[in-house]
Every structure is written in structure tokens, then in C-alpha cells.
């Protein structure tokens, strides 16, 4: 019984907490727009309107994926962006050579 009832919206919670991770990422950014930004200038010195265009293709990427999943539409292409935008942060971030941060 419990089961028939909430069939239809499984489906939908499924792709909530598979992407809750990017959401929770996009949003944070919109949130600290400034503290990545400095961050990312700080790190690679390369100015603040190459890093706000970084700060802004995560942002975009992260949100417009998750919205793309969740809609059903081009699902397909929303994952290859999601894909995208781990592989930009962990080069962005130098992520790659931090074998504690990889194993978690």
C-alpha cells in the first residue's frame, strides 16, 4: 500500500539526492560569490574577472545541471555538464594530487 502511493514521487527524490551535491555547491557559490572569487584570483593569479568567470561557469554549470535532471530534460547532457564542472574544480581547486581528499 505504502508503497503504490509513493511510487510516482521515488523517482523524483531519487534524482534530488543525486544531485544534492551540486546543488548544495551551486548555491553555496551564489552565496560566497566573493570568497571564491578571491580564492580562485589568489590561487592562480589570474585576476578577478578570469576568476568571476570561473566562479560564475560553476555556478551556471551546477545549477543549470541540476535543474536539467530534476526536469527530465536533456538528462544525458545535464550529466556530461555535471561531469565537466567535477573535472574543471578538481584541476581548478588541485584537488588531483590530494590523495586524502580523493579517498574520501
Known amino acids: 500500500q505504502f508503497l503504490r502511493v509513493t511510487k510516482q514521487y521515488l523517482p523524483?527524490?531519487?534524482?534530488?539526492?543525486?544531485?544534492?551535491?551540486?546543488?548544495?555547491?551551486?548555491?553555496?557559490?551564489?552565496?560566497?560569490?566573493?570568497?571564491?572569487?578571491?580564492?580562485?584570483?589568489?590561487?592562480?593569479?589570474?585576476?578577478?574577472?578570469?576568476?568571476?568567470?570561473?566562479?560564475?561557469?560553476?555556478l551556471f554549470g551546477q545549477l543549470s545541471g541540476c535543474i536539467l535532471v530534476l526536469s527530465r530534460n536533456f538528462v544525458q547532457y545535464a550529466c556530461f555538464g555535471l561531469f565537466g564542472i567535477i573535472a574543471l574544480q578538481t584541476i581548478a581547486y588541485s584537488i588531483l594530487w590530494d590523495l586524502k581528499f580523493l579517498m574520501r
Open 12 to 58: 523524483h527524490v531519487a534524482r534530488l539526492c543525486l544531485i544534492s551535491t551540486f546543488l548544495e555547491d551551486g548555491i553555496r557559490m551564489w552565496l560566497q560569490w566573493g570568497e571564491q572569487r578571491d580564492y580562485i584570483d589568489g590561487t592562480w593569479n589570474c585576476g578577478y574577472f578570469l576568476a568571476s568567470i570561473f566562479v560564475f561557469l560553476n
